[in-house]
């Protein structure tokens, strides 16, 4: 569940007609675009990923007991298309979705898991996974768009879009009667040639498969029939590849093949054709997440160390997915988001966005407080020029809470 993951692939279906690529830093305003709603986490622009990060957020807040702010539950909401398909942006909601409304999987499958964990919204929840269902492929998995070839990242999105409203993954089956776990079997590279227990993304024109990273933590992360928010594995997972065609043999073929991975380097490397490898964050919060979930939480010691101690500034110039990410790795593992390293992963979520309800409350009961006080020092007939003074500086508060938000396009 990469940051970059939906973004990239909408910007790349719209650019490559449906090619995958990974994507740039989300966090740069664009000089073209109009500010993002109040109610959006993030600054930057919304076009490719406003609901993936904004899903992201709501469920990494709800994740570490904090309450979101209800306009920002009710924008997501609001999103979502009379057939129950999101589109990963609509600027206006009111509008009608037509068939120029690029809706697709993956947001889809991210706003019913957030949806689902906040409560209260099972209209919404139950319209968009009658809509999952409806444009699932015959292997049994998901492309990103309906009717794309079935690839692991969304496929993976969408089997944690079942369980959170408690649908068996198994029990899902396409008309031909495969399940998304038979998809996910066949993109599961055999344990005796190279990169064995690895996931691919897709296979290639020619049916090859080629081990990819980012697709490994989320195939063997929905092998296991988990979403986003997983704690660690029930029983002790080994990093073994052991041939076999089952969902939970292949789940920890992956688990095995990210260990591996991680022990030449704390963390997971991407690179841009011709440029030099670099590491790549996301993807190593999530391998994490999948490593902890398969019962290997040793394996998963060293990366997470490595995020703790380095991903701080990522998550910052990358913006409120990047951060939810770091949190569902700290859930995965028992670790306090709250002091991830030297960083508060909740305040530093909660900055991008609206505040919480529980902060709103805290600010609404201060303004009545200073609403009382005012009143009092009126009765007592405090001169009038303590309450210009105290209307200046709601001004200049004002003023900076008003300041406005901007986005960049992302892939």
């Not at 998995?141 to 969408?158: C, E, I, K, R």
């Not at 095995?256 to 030099?276: F, H, I, Q």
Request: proline share 6%.
């Amino acid at each position: 569940m990469n940051v970059r993951r939906t973004a990239a692939v909408l910007a790349a279906t719209a650019v490559l007609g449906g090619a995958f690529a990974p994507a740039a830093s989300a966090a740069s305003p664009s000089p073209s675009a109009p500010p993002p709603p109040a109610a959006l986490y993030g600054t930057a622009d919304p076009t490719y990923d406003g609901v993936w990060r904004q899903s992201l957020a709501l469920l990494a807040q709800h994740t570490v007991g904090v309450r979101p702010a209800a306009k920002a539950v009710d924008w997501l909401a609001g999103q979502q298309c009379a057939n129950g398909a999101f589109a990963a942006y609509r600027a206006d909601p009111k509008a009608d979705c037509d068939a120029k409304t690029q809706v697709d999987t993956n947001s889809t499958a991210a706003a019913v898991q957030a949806l689902a964990a906040l409560g209260g919204h099972d209209a919404e929840t139950g319209k968009a996974v009658a809509w999952l269902k409806s444009v699932q492929n015959e292997d049994g998995g998901w492309g990103f768009t309906a009717g794309g070839a079935s690839d692991a990242n969304s496929t993976s999105t969408v089997v944690g879009a079942l369980a959170a409203v408690g649908a068996k993954p198994q029990e899902t089956k396409s008309a031909k009667g495969h399940s998304p776990y038979d998809a996910l079997v066949k993109l599961s590279l055999p344990c005796d040639g190279k990169d064995g227990g690895a996931f691919a993304y897709q296979p290639d024109k020619k049916g090859a498969l080629a081990a990819n990273a980012d697709a490994t933590a989320a195939g063997a992360l929905a092998a296991l029939g988990k979403g986003f928010v997983t704690g660690p594995g029930k029983t002790a997972g080994t990093a073994t590849c052991t041939d076999a065609d089952t969902a939970t043999a292949v789940a920890h073929n992956g688990a095995a093949y990210l260990a591996g991975a991680l022990k030449k380097t704390p963390y997971l490397k991407s690179a841009m054709p011709g440029a030099t490898a670099q590491p790549d964050y996301g993807n190593t919060a999530d391998a994490v997440v999948a490593l902890a979930a398969a019962g290997l939480s040793s394996a998963a010691e060293s990366p997470l160390a490595w995020l703790e101690k380095n991903a701080a500034d990522w998550a910052e110039k990358s913006g409120p997915a990047a951060y939810a990410q770091l949190v569902f790795a700290a859930h995965a593992t028992g670790t306090d988001p709250r002091a991830f390293g030297t960083v508060n992963l909740v305040d530093k979520l909660g900055a991008t966005g609206p505040a919480p309800q529980s902060a709103e409350k805290t600010a609404a009961d201060g303004k009545q407080t200073q609403a009382d006080d005012n009143k009092s020092q009126n009765d007592s007939g405090t001169t009038v020029w303590w309450f210009v003074g105290v209307f200046l500086v709601a001004g200049i508060g004002i003023g900076f809470l008003l300041s406005g938000r901007n986005r960049k396009r992302q892939p």
